[in-house]
């Protein structure tokens, strides 16, 4: 165990069904549509950002 309970996570994937299913079972969940849209959705569960996430490739 992490120490976290699922209530206090967030997953975040590029595939809508992964998220479905985390949310399914208690997690927050984010849809990966790109590192500004995500960089925003930590700032809104109160994780620091300093910089945008960079995309991948």
Not at 7 to 26: C, I, K, Q, T
């Amino acid at each position: 165990m992490l120490g976290f309970t699922p209530a206090e996570s967030l997953f975040v994937d590029d595939l809508a069904a992964n998220v479905a299913g985390a949310r399914e079972a208690g997690l927050h969940g984010h849809v990966f549509t790109g590192s500004a849209a995500l960089s925003d959705k930590l700032r809104r569960h109160h994780l620091r950002v300093t910089e945008p996430v960079p995309a991948p490739g």
